[in-house]
Structure formats: structure tokens, C-alpha cells
């Protein structure tokens, strides 16, 4: 895989003409950015693929950009809240895929020494609130990141 861009490209071009209140869902729901990044990338699995291996490069190779490669699939990922009811099937792989990532990577790992901000607990509160909040979600998937949610809090 030569890698996707997980950029949210150009962003001028991509809202151009876009009302008030298109704007505003265009950057706070990632859907649209899902679905490009899963058009680059082939398909669903593809793109599940190349989070596996930015995190597999970061984490073996200490690949900063590589890191920064899996920071930014995980948002856009998690904050794509429209995504939810549309591909269950994908967001039953990337829980599954996230906790064994989590599994191998220290608690403290995702918190920001600077700010003292965990990244992955705000992109995850999201993930979690679409679940809960979104219409159209299939049960499994809502139980499925319920369970996550409750072995994230032990």
C-alpha cells in the first residue's frame, strides 16, 4: 500500500458553495472525509488495513509520522458520526481493531505531555456519543461500543 492521505485535503475546493450550516457539519462530522479516504484506499478493509499498519510502523519502527498517520485515520474515523448507521460493519472492525491496538500500547501512552491531553479519550467520547445519539444505528454496533466504552473504564 502506498498510503492514503489522511489530510481532509483541500478544504476550499471541497466547501466551496456550502451554506452556514453545511460548513459547520462538514467540519464537525468527518462522513464525508470517511467516505473520500475510503474511495482512496479501495475499500472499507483497505482503510482498516492502513491504520493497522501506521500503527504497526509507529509502534515496531518508532515512526513518528507514522503515529501521527494512525492519530489522524482514528479521528477522522471516530468523528464521521453519519458513518455509523451507513457502515456497521466497518465500525464493528475498528472497535475491534482499536482495542487490540489499546492492548499493546501503555495507559498513559495517548496523553499529550504538554497539555496533559489524551487525544484518544476525546476522539473515543465522540465515537461513543454518535453511537448512543445516532439514528439508524444497528444494535450489535451500539452494544459493541458500549462494551468497549465499559472495558476502556476499568
Known amino acids: 500500500s502506498s498510503g492514503i492521505n489522511a489530510e ?3 478544504k476550499k475546493s471541497a466547501t466551496a458553495g456550502f451554506s452556514a450550516t453545511q460548513l459547520t457539519q462538514y467540519y464537525m462530522d468527518t462522513t464525508t472525509s470517511l467516505d473520500s479516504l475510503i474511495e482512496q484506499s479501495g475499500s472499507e478493509d ?3 488495513g ?3 499498519i501506521s500503527f504497526i510502523v509507529f509502534l515496531l519502527g518508532h515512526v513518528y509520522s507514522a503515529f501521527d498517520q494512525w492519530k489522524r485515520l482514528t ?5 464521521a458520526s453519519q458513518s455509523l448507521s451507513q457502515r456497521p460493519n466497518f465500525y464493528k472492525n475498528f472497535i475491534r481493531t482499536l482495542h487490540f491496538h489499546l492492548k499493546e500500547t501503555p495507559s498513559d501512552f495517548f496523553v499529550d505531555i ?4 489524551n487525544f484518544l479519550v476525546t476522539t473515543l467520547k465522540l465515537l461513543f456519543e454518535g453511537l448512543r445519539e445516532e439514528e439508524g444505528v444497528v444494535e450489535e454496533l451500539r452494544n459493541r461500543g458500549e462494551k468497549f466504552r465499559t472495558h476502556l473504564e476499568k
Do not use: F
Open 46 to 48: 483497505e482503510l482498516l
Open 75 to 79: 479521528d477522522t474515523i471516530c468523528r
Open 114 to 117: 504538554v497539555s496533559r491531553n
Open 8 to 10: 481532509y485535503g483541500d
Open 50 to 52: 492502513e491504520l493497522q
